[in-house]
């Protein structure tokens, strides 16, 4: 049973023991070519940046059979002018929606905004490194939370099937990350890796 990295800065070789979901940010160099798959979204850093040039190369991009999911995206609000954000979510969202893909969700201090788009949608939605799970959000039954190793100790509430595992932009390895949720839920690593093959399937429609 291989090891998924739902959300991740590597590159992994072809055919290794990972399956990495490499996070294409438009605007930066493109190294999709390398990865068996890959996610690509305008993250809400770069909002001021986006030009029409940049929305319209990532509806061609999304339309590649290796691209398993929309984003990263959203909104964070540690950052100037949340509006044009909201904005830039809301298209990308469409976009999802548009072409049957999961949506990757960047969301700081800005569940509320966020909700709003995602409850018009029928695809999965993935909160990349967020552990906030909420009554409210168990409500959505679409929604799924990708961890990293910076919030594996919040996690401790978040339902195992709503589980993915990532590196994020981290050092850190995905097996230690395996390890230390395994550990966390006490159970085996390949018990854990079972679980999260499964969801990692039924998120990207793999």
Known sequence: MRYYDAHTHKIYPFKSD??????YRIGEICRTELNDFFSAGIHPYDVE?????????LERV???SRCVAVGECGVDKRI??????????????????????????HCVKAQNEVLKVIRRLNVNVVFHSYSKYSEQLSCFSNVYFSLSGRNLQSSVSIDLDRVLLETDDSNESIEQ????FAALRSMSVDELKIVIANNFNRVFNR
């Open 177 to 180: 990350i395996y390890s230390d």
């Open 62 to 64: 999304v339309t590649d």
């Open 80 to 105: 100037a002018d949340a509006q044009k954000q909201l904005m830039q979510f809301e298209f990308q969202a469409q976009l999802a929606q548009r072409i049957g893909k999961p949506l990757i969700v």
């Open 18 to 23: 990972i399956v990495g979901v490499y996070n």
């Open 49 to 57: 940046k986006c030009t029409a040039e940049w929305l319209n190369k």
